[in-house]
């Protein structure tokens, strides 16, 4: 079965630094990959979606990229701030195609300090 | 104006009681999930709808039986409560046929004591 894995359960940075988190998955290859912001809560809130042919998406502070061959997605917050703090998830779609499926991962807590 | 609402916020209950959580979504989307998500804040699905039809089921107890009045609406009821149901239940929904962001509601804390 898919497994979807984020490089570690909490992250800690220091304020202006860059933030890189990490989602690696086996078996079945997405045709896109998405990313979102959980505060605690609250619900997931979407941040960006990458295609398979796309190698990488800007959205202001944000970069993510998107490795095919590695079956991996990196996620990059620049000049980081206490705010960001949050969990952030990685998410694929699985078949049935047609009907979006999305499956996440396990997520890494972010914790920005000042 | 929220997007996607669920109701209610808590739900503290004794076991083998039967409750139900509603959702409802005003942005016009066709599809709509229930996950869950645990103590370990893993956010696992459990079911999807497309235009009030059954897609996804994802191996959830009988007990678990979601219902879809209208594209709009899907709520959850659960029969014979368990302690291991309590977790937080998120609705969520999305333009049909895939490649595109959730919208998710608040969630829905569930305590079985």
């Known amino acids: 079965s898919q497994k979807i894995e984020q490089n570690s359960e909490a992250l800690n940075i220091q304020e202006g630094k860059t933030a890189t988190l990490t989602c690696n998955y086996t078996?079945?290859?997405?045709?896109?990959l998405q990313w979102y912001r959980q505060d605690p809560g609250r619900g997931p809130v979407f941040l960006l979606l990458?295609?398979?042919?796309?190698k990488e998406k800007r959205k202001e502070r944000l970069k993510v990229t998107f490795d095919t061959t590695l079956k991996q997605s990196l996620f990059h917050i620049t000049a980081s701030q206490p705010a960001d703090s949050a969990t952030y998830l990685c998410?694929?779609?699985?078949?049935?195609?047609?009907?979006?499926?999305?499956?996440f991962g396990t997520g890494t807590r972010l914790l920005v300090s000042p | 104006d929220t997007a996607v609402s669920q109701t209610p916020k808590y739900l503290v209950t004794q076991m083998g009681n039967d409750k139900s959580i509603k959702c409802e979504q005003n942005?016009?989307?066709?599809?709509m999930y229930w996950y869950k998500q645990d103590s370990k804040k893993f956010l696992k699905i459990m079911f999807s709808?497309?235009?009030?039809?059954?897609?996804i089921n994802e191996t959830v107890p009988n007990r678990f039986s979601p219902k879809s009045p209208d594209k709009a609406h899907l709520n959850l009821h659960i029969n014979s409560l368990e302690l291991g149901d309590s977790a937080v239940y998120f609705c969520?929904?999305?333009?049909?046929?895939?490649?595109?962001?959730?919208?998710f509601g608040q969630g829905t804390r569930l305590t079985v004591v």
């Open positions: 998410a694929l779609d699985l078949p049935p195609t047609g009907f979006q499926k999305l499956v």
């Open positions: 078996n079945y290859s997405p045709a896109y």
């Open positions: 990458i295609r398979e042919n796309e």
């Open positions: 942005l016009g989307h066709d599809t």
């Open positions: 709808y497309n235009n009030k039809e059954l897609i």
């Open positions: 969520a929904s999305a333009r049909a046929g895939g490649n595109t962001e959730a919208f």
